[in-house]
């Protein structure tokens, strides 16, 4: 039976920053893909009337992903580096046989349908990747006073992240391979790799950057010449970036609200996507500049409270999972901000907890859970 002090260890108030934007997002998702409107209903009877299946299917997810932070609450995260390298060759199995056998959805070949429903080897990945970097980066630094300074004690790390993030962009999905050198770069940098070593990485990139072209595929090439000048083909390519950019802009400071007749997303196919790549767009149409103020505050809350259990775990293998678990969140919040605006090309990596689909929220609510058991485990439990 569990303590009572096992409930009162739990970071309560990043679990609520967590629900009140998943509370938002549902809202959003509704009102996007709703073609019911406040003005001739009232709000109940556009509860009533609506087309409430994806909201339903959004609350299936929200509910699995919770069921998914419980169990992994219930395992000393400690226990994790045990089962660390069977988790990322299984993930990196799932990653090849993708290639082989997965079905292409917008230009990505990463992609398992069963049942209907879109599986992505590469969202499950995301919570491996940090689990064992996390594991191989404490390794080297847990009984160390300095940090990471050599080669040699770098390159277990440097293989496993190497492996997926060449099959990812394989694929390919840019999107998700610059999540996992994202998650990499914040677990080194915490790990305290040396100055030396990471203007050396900066010098590798800036040197590799022009190869990263000559392996895009051209319907990526396009993405990026359209993001530079979508008037390049605003029917085709550059239409999502002007429209998503219309929609947020048409917001104004307060917006139209929700389930508004006046909403640019009211219109059939006006913005695609609406409801997953392009929500946060749909949202600040709704709830105007505010609106998308209040969620990017609750954002920098949640990575806040998330890079505060990492700054107070008791070892190094925690401090490590929870910096990685805020930098893939920080990633996918600039990302997918950034491509609604035009400051970032488009990827289609989703807003966390935000965005309408499955995989990017169980992933996001597993990996705040690793986050909250590093939190709760920072001094010795028995349970």
């Not at 070593?197 to 595929?217: E, Q, R, S, T």
């Not at 104004?252 to 997953?276: D, I």
Request: aromatic fraction near 14%; charged fraction near 15%.
């Amino acid at each position: 039976m569990l303590k009572r002090k096992f409930f009162g260890r739990i970071d309560y108030l990043t679990l609520l920053i967590t629900a009140v934007i998943l509370v938002f997002g549902l809202v959003s998702i509704s009102s996007a893909v709703s073609s019911v409107t406040t003005d001739e209903l009232s709000i109940f009877d556009i509860a009533a009337l609506a087309n409430t299946e994806s909201a339903s299917l959004q609350l299936i997810f929200y509910a699995v992903g919770l069921l998914a932070v419980a169990v992994i609450l219930l395992i000393d995260y400690n226990n994790l580096r045990d089962f660390s390298d069977l988790f990322y060759w299984a993930a990196v199995a799932l990653l090849v046989l993708v290639l082989f056998f997965g079905r292409e959805i917008n230009g990505t070949a990463g992609w398992f349908v069963i049942s209907g429903r879109g599986f992505q080897p590469s969202e499950y990945g995301k919570v491996v990747i940090i689990i064992v970097l996390a594991a191989e980066t404490a390794k080297v630094t847990q009984n160390k006073e300095s940090g990471i300074d050599s080669f040699r004690d770098l390159w277990p790390i440097l293989w496993r992240f190497m492996i997926p993030f060449v099959l990812i962009m394989a694929q390919p999905d840019m999107g998700s391979a610059f999540v996992y050198l994202f998650v990499m770069a914040g677990i080194l940098f915490a790990a305290r790799l040396s100055w030396k070593k990471i203007l050396f990485f900066l010098g590798l990139a800036a040197a590799a950057a022009p190869l990263l072209w000559l392996v895009m595929d051209d319907y990526q090439k396009v993405r990026f010449e359209v993001f530079l000048n979508p008037e390049l083909d605003p029917l085709g390519k550059g239409l999502q970036t002007i429209r998503a950019k219309n929609v947020a802009a048409s917001g104004g400071l307060f917006g139209k609200g929700f389930f508004s007749s006046e909403l640019l997303t009211q219109q059939t196919n006006y913005l695609p996507e609406e409801s997953t790549d392009f929500i946060f767009s749909a949202m600040v149409e709704a709830c105007g500049f505010i609106g998308g103020l209040i969620l990017i505050v609750l954002y920098a809350c949640l990575i806040f409270r998330i890079l505060r259990i990492a700054f107070r775990a008791k070892d190094h293998f925690g401090c490590y999972l929870a910096v990685g678990v805020a930098f893939m969140i920080l990633f996918h919040v600039i990302e997918n901000i950034g491509m609604n605006i035009g400051l970032l090309p488009i990827t289609g990596v989703p807003l966390p907890l935000f965005s309408y689909g499955g995989s990017n929220v169980l992933t996001t609510m597993a990996g705040i859970g690793l986050a909250l058991n590093v939190h709760m485990r920072r001094q010795r439990m028995d349970i």
